[in-house]
């Protein structure tokens, strides 16, 4: 990689203009838990991109949703193994976003002045779950449809709001194509939006604070 480098930087001169950028202080007692946020990023690249591969073919509709994932399951190019790298790069997301959090709290990096991007991390989780949330519908199979079923009920016992929560998400009070569409929306824009501004804030955050070097 470092071969690589220097050729594209002798090309196009990368590092100068960005040495600010490439070139920080590092801590010195760092280990390979302080990886994992790395990871949970790359894994969230390789949902973005096999996600849009997969919206290729994907029909957000109450009679075509299924066969449309048979079709990339069964018969286009490779859809089997990009639908798989989906499946596996979101469960593995939520983990290591979750090892991250831990890492990050054992370590105390939350403490002041990281309380902000310690938030911003929070919120990255409640998203990352959301997405495997929505994402468990657009199948539209019995699991993902009694799944849902069952998720979006317990949103509703919330007091005074459940109700309408319920409604928001349902798009009326039963699962219906309303519901695929809401969520395909979520999951495909609304949701990549947001974590896009609070990936943004979160290693703006660390550019300007630094790495913490733990305890």
Known sequence: MGRIFDYLDSRF???????DFLERPIPQNLNYFYCLGGIAFTLFLSLLLTGILLSVYYIPSEKEAYASIRYIQEQAYLGWLIRSIHKWSANLMVVFVFLHMLRVFI???????????????????LFTMAFGF???????????????EVG???????????????????????????????????????FPLSMFVLLWAHFHMIRQQGISGGL
């Not at 929505?134 to 849902?148: F, N």
């Open 134 to 148: 929505t994402g468990y519908l657009l199948p539209w199979d019995q699991k993902a449809y009694w799944a849902t």
């Open 13 to 19: 001169i990368l590092k100068k203009p960005h040495s």
């Open 107 to 125: 370590t105390g990096s939350y403490k002041s002045p990281r309380e902000l991007n310690w938030a911003a991390g929070a919120m990255l989780f």
């Open 152 to 190: 979006t009920a317990m949103a509703g016992t919330i007091p005074i709001l459940g109700k309408p929560i319920l409604y928001l998400l349902r798009g009326g009070a039963d699962i219906s194509d309303l519901t695929l569409i809401r969520f395909y929306s979520l999951h495909t824009l609304w």
